[in-house]
């Protein structure tokens, strides 16, 4: 995980001198604390801050450079790579890889990209499509004159990019980093690559993304279920110290069952050399006193026998924060702002320990996990279900996984989400959608928890069957209530009214501070930003929610549960 930069422009331009780029890039600093370095050629530059997790020797650290890796067929390539590609050693063994007699020079999973490149051809569409997970990336080759850039297929990890005043480009993994560079910046969509020549090109088209998918094949239990351990595996890929994000919510409850099933039986390996005896990994939850989630993963820490850590916050401390979190989210979005807070926290705790955690980010999405879902259509076999599934997946890179990503580079943390894997988003998303409606006495996400109730996986019922609770209502059932106070009291009606001219007009003095804030830091820069139709995620659904508002849930103590003391 890091942070890159890629700038575009005429020869002897001021942007791609040294000192310059070093600038832009440090404003990313905390998403690579490990490195920092730039590449400067007479038309571009590169620029990349380091978070070591595969090979943290200096050997990979980047911009990766063909002619610097001492390896002749690369000459004449350079890339930035943010992210991890999981399938990297089958990418080298493929044939067109290893008839380029090119062995890898180091043990970073980004070093295949250069490799790809040679070997494929010019055409991005022959090779990106190829990456298995998490990335956003640009590369350089000087034998053509061409570059490219990259994201993933989910957008897990950011890429913005920006055009200045006369038409040069920038990429950036953060508004911060070019913002103030450029005339107009643009969210670079995810499961696309970008050329000079062809502009922005959709390479993730998934056969399940369709008002009709009734064709595809059936989907078994096992293969769910097997699905979802592969992707658990693959992301506990480390060279680095890492653990787990658990919330006591039935995704991370499952991701870290599924992470001690693995290591027990496989032999893997958490690299955390100072862990107590007995303790496999850790676990890490954040939350105020007494809450939903702090009473939950207490309990489920000591079921794993994780060597738990919990981070309790005060609103007080928390409300003081406020400034700093939009500044890092990069967003005025009010429902997702409610649980960055929280999150903020989480990472600093978990950084503390590790480098790098599974989270259980995208399950919702999978699996109609949201408690509106309890207002959908049942009786059409889950085709509403299925189609809000679809629009609610297409915003995660505005949302969960925004947060999950700022929130945790802001504290030089890598956060991976297993459930967002492309092979298991495919299976997921091909279940008979109807076996996902909430009806005849069923809970949210009732085949997930059916699916992982057998005792090897050995989650309690508490936990198993726990109502879902988003984090923002999962910290505290009133911390909405608190901060939304908070923000209105900052908040005059001589400026609430004057915001009402701006793009996505604040419709709560909540949104209004925040709008403030996020103006301060990013002027010119507010058109992107991601706002929910009707103010919250269930507003742009095609059915009305008697649960869920722009407000937060109607009845926040929904959500708490017998592990809690009396509240």
Known sequence: MCGIIAIFDREGSPLLTEPAVKELSSRMTTRGPDHSAVYCRPTY?????????????????????????????????????????????????????????????????????????????????????????????????????????????????????????????????????????????????????????????????PRWDVDDASGLPPVTDEEVRDGLVEAVRLRMMSDVPYGALLSGGLDSCITCSVMKKLAEEQGIDFHSPGLPKGKLFHTFTVGMSNSPDIMAARAMAKVLGTEHHERIFTPEEALSLIPTIVYRAETYEPELLRSCIPNYFLAELASKYVKMVLTGEGADELFSGYQYFFDAPTDDGGAALQKENRRIFHHLHQANLLRADRMTMSHGLEARVPFLDTTFVDIAMRIDPDRKVIKNGRIEKHMLRDLFSSAE???????????????????????????????????????????????????????????????????????????????????????????????????????????????
């Open 45 to 205: 530059a590169l620029g990349h801050e380091r978070l070591s997790i595969m090979d943290p020797s200096p050997s990979a650290h980047q911009p990766l450079v063909g002619a610097s890796l001492g390896v002749p067929v690369l000459e004449g390539l350079a890339a930035v790579v943010n992210g991890e590609i999981y399938n990297f050693r089958s990418l080298f063994d493929a044939p067109e890889v290893t008839v380029l007699n090119a062995p890898p020079v180091t043990g970073s999973d980004s070093e295949v990209v250069l490799h790809l490149a040679r070997a494929y051809g010019p055409d991005p569409a022959d090779w990106v499509p190829r990456l298995h997970g998490m990335f956003a990336l640009v590369l350089v080759d000087e034998t053509t004159g061409e570059y490219v850039a990259a994201r993933d297929s989910v957008g897990i990890k950011p890429l913005y990019l920006g055009t200045t005043a006369d038409g040069r480009v920038m990429f950036a993994s953060e508004l911060k980093a070019i913002h103030d560079s450029c005339e107009s910046v643009r969210l670079f969509p995810p499961g696309h690559f970008y050329t000079k020549a062809r502009g922005f090109v959709k390479f993730y088209e």
């Open 457 to 567: 996986y050995g989650l309690p019922n508490a936990l198993l069957y726990r109502t879902k609770a988003m984090q923002c209502e999962g910290v505290g059932s009133n911390w909405v209530e608190v901060i939304q106070a908070h923000c209105e009291s900052l908040v005059s009606d001589e400026e609430f009214e004057a915001a009402q001219s701006k793009t996505n007009p604040p419709v709560t003095k909540e949104e209004c501070y925040y709008r403030r804030i996020f103006d301060a830091h990013y002027p010119r820069m507010d058109h992107f930003v991601h706002v929910w139709e009707g103010g919250c995620r269930s507003g742009g659904a095609a059915w009305q929610s008697k649960r869920d508002t722009r407000a937060g849930l109607l009845d926040p103590n929904s959500v708490n549960h017998e592990l809690q003391a009396p509240v």
